[in-house]
């Protein structure tokens, strides 16, 4: 019966999470007659719905966790990977039986890619030879593992720019197109099929859009850029956009919406001096809204509608920020 990998939608780690976590299955597992993609996105709800699982078995990976009996195989690395206690206790008791080698948690994981692919090593034998190059790049963007704001803005390495593509993916069937190739191809390849390559162009455009936008509407005030740009969807903007304009904030809050949400961004500068214990957990932060994330990145989801309520709710992160 055909497999149904979750994954965290227009998500380079989440992508690549589900391809590596693909080739760990059918290597070391074997028991699917094939494979399909299924991108989840957090929402104002929070939950998971069973709507989302097949018939057969199902893996979530790079995303929250859910006490659904149609769970298989979880693999998650966020802090914020429990909606509630509830869900935590259910977990830790399923650690204890069968699940304990089919569910896999580790917050102190760089990306959810390397997660699956350690995991895979040390327990089940599975070659990560030949995944040197995914597994490095999924922890260098997952991670902010950046050189400088500019490498990060600039976008000159095939893996940027595939990211920026997985990113603003605009159709349902765009990501599971690319999640196969993820492991049997280079990002240099896939970059070049035409199905990618004619993203480029256009997304480079809004991309400098972005930039010229936060130039003009971020302001930074105590360590703390703030933008909001609610007066106009938008999409995907690169969250190191604001450090390449202010490189001495050491947080960003900005607040976007979309067709599908209203979204507050929550970030620390990745080349901020501060030493990491003295940096504010941002996941905690969010958390207090319903939403998430990891100790330096996070966000929150509103619906497309609570545009006054999710500006309230930034202003109000900022002032604790600069705080």
Same mark, same amino acid.
């Given at each position: 019966?055909?497999?149904?990998?979750?994954?965290?939608?227009?998500?380079?780690?989440?992508?690549?999470?589900?391809?590596?976590? %693909?080739?760990?299955?059918?290597?070391?597992?074997?028991?699917?007659?094939?494979?399909?993609?299924?991108?989840?996105?957090?929402?104002?709800?929070?939950?998971?719905?069973?709507?989302?699982?097949?018939?057969?078995?199902?893996? *979530?990976?790079? /995303?929250?966790?859910?006490?659904?009996?149609?769970?298989?195989?979880?693999?998650?690395?966020?802090?914020? $990977?429990?909606?509630?206690?509830?869900?935590?206790?259910?977990?830790?008791?399923?650690? +204890?039986?069968?699940?304990?080698?089919?569910?896999?948690?580790?917050?102190? #994981?760089?990306?959810?890619?390397?997660? @699956?692919? $350690?995991?895979?090593?040390?327990?089940?034998?599975?070659?990560?030879?030949?995944?040197?190059?995914?597994?490095?790049?999924?922890? *260098?963007?997952?991670?902010?593992?950046?050189?400088? $704001?500019?490498?990060?803005?600039?976008?000159?390495?095939?893996?940027?720019?595939?990211? #920026?593509? *997985?990113?603003?993916?605009? %159709?349902?069937?765009? @990501?599971?197109?690319?999640?196969?190739?993820? %492991?049997?191809?280079?990002?240099?390849? *896939?970059?070049?099929?035409?199905?990618?390559?004619?993203?480029?162009?256009?997304? #480079?455009?809004?991309?400098?859009?972005? #930039?010229?936008?936060?130039?003009?509407?971020?302001?930074?005030?105590?360590?703390?850029?703030?933008?909001?740009?609610?007066? +106009?969807?938008?999409?995907?903007?690169?969250?190191?956009?604001?450090?390449?304009? /202010?490189?001495?904030?050491?947080?960003?809050?900005?607040?976007?919406?979309?067709?599908?949400?209203?979204?507050?961004?929550?970030?620390?500068?990745?080349?901020?001096?501060?030493?990491?214990?003295?940096?504010?957990?941002?996941?905690?932060?969010?958390?207090?809204?319903?939403?998430?994330?990891?100790? +330096?990145?996070?966000?929150?989801? /509103?619906?497309?509608?609570?545009?006054?309520?999710?500006?309230? $709710?930034?202003?109000?992160?900022?002032?604790?920020?600069?705080?």
């Amino acid at each position: 019966m055909t497999f149904r990998v979750l994954h965290h939608n227009q998500c380079f780690d989440g992508a690549c999470s589900a391809a590596v976590f %693909t080739k760990f299955h059918q290597e070391c597992i074997g028991t699917a007659s094939g494979y399909e993609y299924r991108g989840l996105s957090h929402a104002a709800t929070g939950g998971i719905s069973d709507d989302v699982f097949g018939p057969g078995e199902n893996a *979530i990976v790079d /995303f929250k966790y859910t006490s659904s009996p149609k769970l298989t195989w979880w693999f998650d690395h966020h802090q914020s $990977a429990f909606l509630t206690e509830e869900d935590r206790a259910h977990f830790v008791a399923g650690q +204890r039986g069968a699940l304990g080698m089919r569910q896999f948690f580790d917050p102190d #994981m760089i990306s959810c890619t390397s997660f @699956i692919a $350690a995991v895979g090593a040390s327990r089940f034998g599975f070659d990560v030879s030949g995944l040197g190059e995914l597994l490095y790049w999924a922890d *260098i963007i997952d991670g902010a593992r950046f050189d400088s $704001a500019q490498s990060a803005v600039e976008m000159e390495a095939p893996a940027m720019k595939l990211a #920026m593509v *997985i990113e603003n993916a605009d %159709t349902p069937d765009f @990501i599971p197109r690319i999640i196969p190739l993820l %492991t049997d191809m280079t990002l240099g390849d *896939i970059m070049a099929e035409p199905f990618v390559r004619e993203k480029i162009s256009p997304l #480079m455009s809004k991309h400098m859009a972005a #930039m010229t936008l936060i130039r003009t509407k971020a302001e930074l005030a105590d360590g703390v850029v703030f933008y909001d740009l609610l007066d +106009r969807p938008t999409e995907a903007i690169s969250k190191f956009i604001p450090y390449y304009y /202010f490189p001495d904030a050491t947080y960003t809050v900005g607040v976007t919406r979309s067709a599908s949400r209203t979204k507050i961004s929550v970030g620390t500068n990745p080349w901020s001096p501060i030493p990491h214990e003295e940096l504010e957990n941002i996941a905690e932060i969010c958390e207090r809204y319903g939403g998430g994330g990891h100790a +330096r990145v996070g966000a929150i989801s /509103f619906g497309p509608d609570e545009v006054d309520r999710a500006r309230i $709710a930034a202003t109000k992160i900022a002032a604790e920020l600069r705080g």
